[in-house]
């Protein structure tokens, strides 16, 4: 059982979403690299286009088979790596992994990847603070309940 408010959630996320956003603007600025934009996706070359979508499809195909794997066995015994969080975790390291690979390879602007990188960091910082501090004790989690 878990005891959310609702306007506190909200509030929460918007936080979070502002942090990131200053964070991204002032390492983007201070190392005089463009800005991405939201919601958008912009291969640095073909090659890196044709990478991101192989490994979009391999997550994909993993994220379907650890559903059917969930669905069809007792949720306790579902081993971690078939975990939902788990794949979508390491999805996103692999594509920003990628994605700094193919800027320090290819990108006009060698700083790229650097800005790419602290803002992958302080992503997988903030998640992993906000799990394990059960969103910095702003909700309480009933496991028992569960």
Known sequence: MINIEFGTFILFLITLVLVISIFGFAIRKLLGV?????????????????????????????????????????????????????????????????????????AENKRDFVATIA??????SIGFLTITTDFFGLFIFNFEAI
């Open 119 to 124: 803002e992958m960091v302080l992503m997988i």
């Open 34 to 106: 463009e800005r991405k934009k939201w919601f958008s996706y912009n291969h640095i070359n073909e090659r890196h286009k044709k990478l991101d979508w192989s490994v979009r499809i391999i997550f994909m195909s993993l994220f379907l088979i650890s559903s059917y794997y969930m669905i069809g066995n007792d949720t306790l015994g579902i081993p971690w790596y078939f975990e939902t969080w788990f794949i979508l975790i390491v999805f996103f390291i692999t594509s920003e992994m990628l994605r700094a690979f193919m800027e320090w390879k290819y």
